[in-house]
C-alpha cells in the first residue's frame, strides 16, 4: 500500500470513528434526558385503586408510594384524581405529594389537599433498611434459640384472625400462621399490632394471600404453651412484601 492509501485509509478509520462516537453520545444524552424527565415528571392523573392512612396507589405513578401527609388517603378510593409533588432524593420510594384535585360529576376538578408539612418517617421502613430483616429459619416449637435474641426477622406466612374466649370474654387476636414444606401448620406467631404502611401494602398486594411480613420480634412464649398451642412469640408487623 503507498503512503497515500495508507494515509487515505487512515482518514477514512478516524471519520467512522468520529461518526459512531457522535451516535452514541447523543443516545446516551438521549437517555439521560429521559431518566431526567421522568424524575423531574411532577404530574399524575388516573383512579385511585388502593390508599391506606397517608398512603396512595395510583396505576398511572407505578414504582413508588404516593404520600399525603396529614391526609386520610382512604378517602379517596376510587376517585379520578390529578396528583401533584415530587420524588424525594432520600426516600426514593416516596413521592411526596403536593397538592390533589378530585374530579366531580360535572368533570370538573376540585382541590381536596394542599401539602403543609414535609414528609415523616412515622411507621416507613426505608428500602435499605428491609434488607437487614433477615429470614428466621423456624424448625420446630421448642427451638425458641431459631428467634429469641434476634431483634427483628422475616417470615412467610398468612396472617389471620379468630375469636378466642379468655376469662369467659370472647377477644379477636391476629397470628402469623405458618406452614412447612407439605403445607401442614408449623407454628403460629402472636401478633400484637400491623403498622398501617403493613397494611397498605397487604391491600395493595390484593391478589396475594402469604407475604414476607417484616417483624420486631418481643417475648417468648412459654414453653407450655407453645407445645400446645404452637404459638412461638409475640411480634409487631412493620412492613409487608412479596420478598
Known amino acids: 500500500m503507498t503512503s497515500a492509501k495508507r494515509l487515505g485509509f487512515v482518514l477514512?478509520?478516524?471519520?467512522?470513528?468520529?461518526?459512531l462516537a457522535g451516535t452514541t453520545a447523543c443516545k446516551k444524552e438521549a437517555v439521560e434526558a429521559d431518566v431526567a424527565a421522568q424524575m423531574?415528571?411532577?404530574?399524575?392523573?388516573?383512579?385511585?385503586?388502593?390508599?391506606?392512612?397517608?398512603?396512595l396507589y395510583l396505576p398511572t405513578a407505578q414504582g413508588f408510594d404516593i404520600v399525603l401527609q396529614g391526609f386520610d388517603a382512604a378517602t379517596l378510593v376510587g376517585k379520578d384524581i390529578k396528583i401533584k409533588g415530587e420524588l424525594l432524593d432520600q426516600h426514593p420510594s416516596i413521592f411526596q405529594a403536593d397538592s390533589v384535585d378530585v374530579k366531580g360529576e360535572a368533570g370538573t376538578y376540585s382541590n381536596v389537599f394542599t401539602r403543609t408539612?414535609?414528609?415523616?418517617?412515622?411507621?416507613?421502613?426505608?428500602?435499605?433498611?428491609?434488607?437487614?430483616?433477615?429470614?428466621?429459619i423456624i424448625?420446630?416449637?421448642?427451638?425458641?434459640?431459631?428467634?429469641?435474641?434476634?431483634?427483628?426477622?422475616?417470615?412467610?406466612?398468612?396472617?389471620?384472625?379468630?375469636?378466642?374466649k379468655e376469662a369467659g370474654q370472647e377477644k379477636t387476636v391476629t397470628h402469623i400462621v405458618l406452614s412447612d414444606d407439605r403445607g401442614r401448620e408449623s407454628g403460629k406467631i402472636v401478633v400484637d399490632g400491623v403498622t398501617t404502611y403493613a397494611q397498605y401494602y397487604m391491600r395493595k398486594l390484593r391478589l396475594f394471600d402469604s407475604f414476607w411480613l417484616y417483624l420486631d420480634i418481643k417475648d417468648t412464649v412459654d414453653a407450655k404453651v407453645r407445645t400446645r398451642s404452637k404459638e412461638l412469640f409475640r411480634a409487631d408487623v412493620i412492613y409487608a412484601g412479596l420478598y
Open 139 to 164: 424448625t420446630g416449637v421448642n427451638k425458641p434459640d431459631e428467634w429469641q435474641n434476634k431483634g427483628r426477622g422475616k417470615v412467610f406466612g398468612v396472617l389471620k384472625e379468630s375469636t378466642v
Open 40 to 55: 423531574t415528571y411532577t404530574e399524575y392523573e388516573g383512579t385511585v385503586k388502593t390508599a391506606l392512612g397517608r398512603y
Open 12 to 19: 477514512v478509520c478516524l471519520a467512522v470513528a468520529v461518526v
Open 117 to 136: 408539612v414535609e414528609f415523616q418517617m412515622e411507621d416507613f421502613v426505608e428500602v435499605k433498611d428491609r434488607e437487614g430483616f433477615q429470614p428466621l
